[in-house]
């Protein structure tokens, strides 16, 4: 049944909160919108200049929120929290960000135990890991946007390789929301084509263009800081996915239990989401390498957690 009071509060008003808050209102997904943050300035700024955005995009309700908003939000989006910096991987972010988890999942759960929680901060899979632990009866509600944005840039590579509309690509990237991401290319395809027998295609291609999209980020926030359009569109795509309980696939973070030989983990493979959040895992087919790669990804994640105290 799809959600009719479309109402989102984002925690976080930096660069990702506040792109993040523009795209559902510039898709009409949302009726009501809240932005927190411990930056009363900037929340402020930011929604005035976003209430402004509102008379060209419909009629949502936008304001600086408070916890309390929480309790009429279907959905919360957490973006709140330190950034990589240039050179910085993701994983870096575990200690401050991990401190900042402790401290938002109980307001948050406190408010709504119905919540669906999209978490964006990074390192997104080792975070939402944190916040299902804290809340296990909520594994299904904690959902990371995980390889979403990294499929979204595999897709749009492969597309402008072969003169392809991304749409048509059907392509995932899995594991961890990171370095130790990987491919599936043995399901991709083009259309219907197999992505391995797509004419032109070669395994050095492939390569080149998985490596572009995995190091992407980098580039990004060498040249302007911060990463933040193509997340914005991602979450609000999932966003979307629950509003109307689409049941989509998606390759967002959640937790593993006995997948292709792994368990008690988050990580992304594609997964159902619809209005109560993760359904289920898509049963698919890796090949030998897949399977590895998932384990060597899902292995590098529980080492990177153990430095959260
Ligand atoms: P930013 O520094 O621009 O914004 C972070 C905001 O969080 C700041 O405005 C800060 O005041 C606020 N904040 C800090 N502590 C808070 C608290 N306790 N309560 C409320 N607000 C608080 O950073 P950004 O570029 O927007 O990035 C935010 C996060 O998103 C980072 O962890 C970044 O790595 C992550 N990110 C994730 C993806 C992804 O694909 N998952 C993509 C891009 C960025």
């Known amino acids: 049944m799809i959600i009719r009071h479309r109402k989102i509060t984002i925690i976080g008003a930096g660069y990702v909160g506040s792109t993040t808050a523009f795209a559902p209102l510039s898709a009409r997904a949302v009726n009501e919108l809240c932005l927190i943050d411990v930056n009363t300035a900037l929340v402020r700024a930011q929604v005035m200049d976003l209430q402004h955005a509102v008379p060209f995009l419909g009629t949502a309700v936008v304001k600086v929120g408070n916890y309390s908003d929480i309790r009429t939000s279907a959905v919360v989006v957490i973006a709140a929290g330190a950034n990589q910096k240039p050179g910085e991987t993701r994983l870096d972010l575990i200690q401050k960000n991990s401190a900042l988890m402790r401290e938002l999942g109980p307001k948050v759960f406190m408010m709504n135990p119905e919540a669906i929680v999209i978490v964006v901060t990074n390192p997104v899979d080792v975070l939402t890991y944190q916040l299902i632990r804290m809340f296990p009866g909520k594994k299904r509600r904690i959902i990371g946007s995980g390889t979403v944005l990294d499929s979204a840039r595999l897709r749009h590579l492969v597309g402008a390789h072969f003169n392809i509309d991304p749409t048509s690509v059907h392509a995932y990237i899995c594991g961890e929301h990171g370095d130790s991401e990987f491919p599936l290319w043995s399901t991709a395809n083009i259309g219907q084509v197999p992505i391995l027998s797509y004419p032109g295609c070669t395994k050095r291609t492939l390569d080149q263009l998985f490596m572009q999209a995995k190091n992407a980020a980098y ?66 087919k890796f090949s030998a390498r897949e399977e590895r790669l998932l384990r060597q990804s899902a292995a590098q994640l529980k080492r990177a957690r153990k430095g959260i105290h």
Request: with cysteine.
């Open 219 to 284: 580039t990004i926030i060498a040249g302007k800081q911060a990463t933040y359009y193509a997340i914005a569109a991602g979450v609000t795509h999932i966003v979307e996915a629950i509003f109307g309980d689409r049941n989509e696939v998606l390759p967002v973070s959640h937790l593993l239990m006995h997948y292709h030989g792994v368990s008690d983990v988050c990580l992304s493979v594609p997964a159902v989401v619809g209005r109560n959040g993760v359904r289920t895992q898509l049963s698919l």
